[in-house]
């Protein structure tokens, strides 16, 4: 449960590769000078196989892991955006947030090579519980109310209002 | 759409032309309390807003009122207005093509106000999202601190960072989404060298004030931030990341 899995779907002529990183038990170095690297790649995937990242964590309580009887899944709406429809897909069990990922539907050309590369998350400042890791809220440019429904903050929304 | 669950109450809102998200998380907490806040969010949004012509705002704009008549909430928000303006090297500008506009401002101000609302009422463990911009207090849980996702300015429904801690605010500027135009108050121009601008803090008002001035700034703002003493991450329109040294990047389990 305690494990956030970020996944991005990418699929198109037949291809899908799915990205999962997560943001805890991966030491994100911190260069001098202080650029963040960009410490997670995407495993690419290979003609119509998919492939996971080693989710390394065991839950530490297994009767609220994701494999649950009673979760749930909430997809948001597919939007059209200039990387090809994004689809929000947020999973949960009756206490908490699973996972939260990202289905897309798009060409499988440079642009989705590019997001399949996407940076690992950051871990900002603060104190960090080594157990925490899913996602409560999400910070971003001001949103309008069709901003909203497009956005991770709805799904996390819809999720939490049963 | 407030309902009890498992993780407390939740409650969105339309308002202020875009969504309130609140998340509170106290045991048994009073469901009167969020009705407080929503009660709380449409009223500034009915004497705050420029684009009503009976707001308060819309009123002392077009000199119908004069300040003496505006309520004490609208005062001192012009006032914390023209500090910010002379802490910012006048970036952020409580005015818009000339006319009286602080709702740069008043979003942010009014999520610090609904957390102490809320806090005050017994709730002092939820969450504040307006419209992307965040206030947390308190915790999620007994055994963890928030965690708060920093939207990726250019890849949709992703994000680029997250930020943890207990009482926490959180605001991004950018480019990314409609709803607020960030101009350079001194050149009249909209800043392209950042994608988005997110500061780390503890309230939500200034915090957010700082995120918006940071921005109409450009290229100035990773120094302005830093002399500050301000955690951010800066995007840039390409992709690549910058924060300032107190943004820690913290390796999770140490």
Not at chain 1, 68 to 95: F, L
Not at chain 2, 31 to 58: G, K, N, Q
Not at chain 2, 77 to 90: F, I, K, N, Q
Not at chain 2, 215 to 244: H, K, Q
């Amino acid at each position: 449960m305690k494990r956030v899995l970020f996944a991005v779907l990418g699929t198109a002529l037949g291809l899908v590769a799915l990205l999962s990183f997560k943001t805890q038990g991966k030491p994100l170095a911190t260069p001098p000078g202080g650029l963040p690297s960009a410490a997670v790649s995407a495993p690419a995937s290979t003609g119509g196989q998919s492939s996971t990242s080693t989710a390394t964590s065991a839950p530490p309580n297994p009767s609220t892991s994701s494999a649950s009887p009673t979760t749930k899944k909430y997809v948001g709406s597919a939007v059209q955006t200039r990387y090809g429809i994004v689809q929000v897909q947020v999973v949960a069990s009756s206490s908490h947030i699973a996972s939260v990922s990202f289905v897309q539907l798009t060409a499988f050309d440079g642009r989705s090579q590019e997001i399949n590369s996407a940076a690992a998350p950051i871990l900002l400042q603060e104190t960090i519980d080594a157990q925490s890791a899913h996602i409560d809220t999400v910070s971003g440019a001001t949103y309008t109310t069709d901003g909203y429904e497009q956005s991770l903050q709805s799904a996390l929304d819809q999720a939490g209002i049963k | 759409m407030r309902t009890a669950s498992p993780t407390g109450l939740r409650r969105v809102e339309h308002c202020m032309g875009t969504v309130f998200s609140i998340d509170v998380r106290t045991p048994d907490a009073d469901p009167a309390a969020i009705d407080e806040v929503v009660t709380w969010l449409h009223w500034v949004d009915r004497t705050f807003s420029t684009y009503r012509e009976t707001s308060e705002i819309s009123r002392l704009d077009r000199n119908a009122i004069s300040l003496d008549d505006c309520s004490p909430d609208v005062v001192e928000v012009l006032r914390r207005c023209a500090e910010l303006a002379d802490d910012t090297e006048g970036y952020f500008d409580c005015h818009n093509d000339g006319r009286l506009d602080p709702s740069g401002y008043v979003k942010g101000w009014a999520i610090e106000r609904a957390s102490d609302l809320l806090t005050t009422a017994g709730a002092g463990d939820h969450c504040v999202n307006g419209g992307g911009d965040v206030q947390c207090a308190g915790a999620p849980a007994p055994d963890r601190s928030w965690h708060v996702g920093i939207a990726h300015p250019l890849r949709p429904a992703t994000t680029i960072a997250t930020v943890e801690g207990r009482d926490l605010a959180v605001a991004t500027s950018g480019t990314a989404e409609r709803g607020r135009h960030i101009v350079d108050p001194h050149t009249g121009e909209r800043p392209d060298r950042f994608a988005s601008i997110t500061v780390v803090g503890r309230r939500i008002a200034g915090v957010d004030a700082y995120a918006t001035a940071a921005f109409a700034m450009g290229e100035r703002a990773p120094a302005w931030l830093t002399a500050r003493g301000l955690s951010a991450l800066l995007v840039r329109p390409d992709g690549s990341v910058l924060r300032t040294p107190s943004a820690g990047v913290v390796n999770s389990g140490s």
